[in-house]
C-alpha cells in the first residue's frame, strides 16, 4: 500500500546518505577528546586496569567520533576504549622514551555543535542492549575464560547446563552472576553446594539461588555437611 511504498521510499533515502554523512578515518589517540556535558564520568582505575590487562585490538572495534568545525575530534563513542588506551600508552612511557600515539579507527560525522553530539550519545548509549548474565556467562565459555569455563565443566558433571534467570526447565541453572561470585570467593564450597543441592533437587528439580547461597554460607564458614544433616533437606 501507499504508507508501506514510503516507508521503503524514507529508509532507502536514509541507506543512501551514509557515505555523504559518515567518514572513516584513522585519527591519532592524542586528538581524540572527549566532551564532558554528555559523556560518562572517568571509570575508576580498578575498572581501568581491568581493561587494560584484558585488551585486544580485535574488539576494540571503531570509534565512533564527531568533527568540530574547529576541526577538532570528539569521542561519542568507544571513551572507555579509549581510556585504556591512553593507559596503556602511559605505561609504555615508563622505559622513558616518548608514549605511543597510536592510529585509532574512527567513524566520524561532521558535527552541527553539542546539542547533536549529545543526541547521537543518547541515541547510541540509550537504546544499546546490553547482554543479559546469562549471555555473557555463555560467551565467556565459549572465548575459554575462568572462572565461567571451570564452572560450566563442574555443571556438565552434574548433568546440568546455564539457562536464563526466570527458566524453569530441569537440569538448568540461571543465576550465573551469584555463581560466579561464590565460585570465586570459595570455589570448593560452591562445587559442595552446587552437589548438595543437586542431591536434595534430584535430577528433576530446579536449582535455586536462595538455596545455593545458603548452602554456600555454610560450607564456607562451618565446614562440610554430613549424609546425615543433608538427609533432613530434601
Known amino acids: 500500500d501507499e504508507a508501506t511504498l514510503e516507508a521503503a521510499a524514507h ?3 536514509m541507506l543512501d546518505t551514509e557515505r555523504q554523512i559518515l567518514k572513516v578515518m584513522w585519527i591519532r589517540l592524542s586528538q581524540l577528546r572527549v566532551d564532558p556535558a554528555y559523556q560518562r564520568p572517568e571509570i575508576p582505575e580498578w575498572k581501568l586496569l581491568e581493561m587494560v590487562y584484558a585488551f585486544d585490538w580485535r574488539a576494540f572495534g571503531a570509534v565512533s567520533a564527531a568533527r ?8 561519542i563513542d568507544a571513551q572507555q576504549r579509549c581510556a585504556a588506551l591512553r593507559a596503556m600508552a602511559d605505561f609504555a612511557s615508563l622505559d622513558e ?14 558535527s552541527d555543535g553539542r546539542e547533536s553530539e549529545a543526541a547521537v550519545f543518547h541515541t547510541i548509549n540509550g537504546k544499546r542492549t546490553p547482554l543479559k548474565p546469562h549471555e555473557d556467562f555463555k560467551s565467556a565459555v565459549r ?9 560450566s565443566k563442574c555443571l556438565a558433571s552434574l548433568g546440568m547446563s546455564v539457562g536464563t534467570p526466570s527458566s524453569k526447565m530441569p537440569n538448568t541453572i540461571g543465576f550465573t552472576n551469584a555463581l ?6 570459595n570455589e570448593n564450597a560452591c562445587k559442595r553446594a552446587l552437589r548438595i543441592q543437586r542431591t536434595i ?3 528433576s528439580g530446579v536449582m535455586i539461588k536462595p538455596i545455593h547461597k ?7 564458614n562451618v565446614g562440610p555437611l554430613s549424609a546425615k544433616e543433608i538427609a533432613p533437606l530434601r
Open 214 to 220: 545458603g548452602l554456600w554460607h555454610i560450607l564456607s
Open 180 to 185: 560466579v561470585k561464590t565460585w570465586l570467593d
Open 97 to 110: 622514551r616518548k608514549a605511543p600515539d597510536p592510529l585509532v579507527l574512527c567513524v566520524v560525522f561532521e
Open 143 to 151: 572465548a575459554l575464560e575462568e572462572p565461567q569455563a571451570a564452572i
Open 68 to 75: 568540530r568545525k574547529d576541526g577538532t575530534f570528539l569521542i
Open 11 to 13: 529508509f532507502r533515502a
Open 201 to 203: 533437587v534430584g535430577k
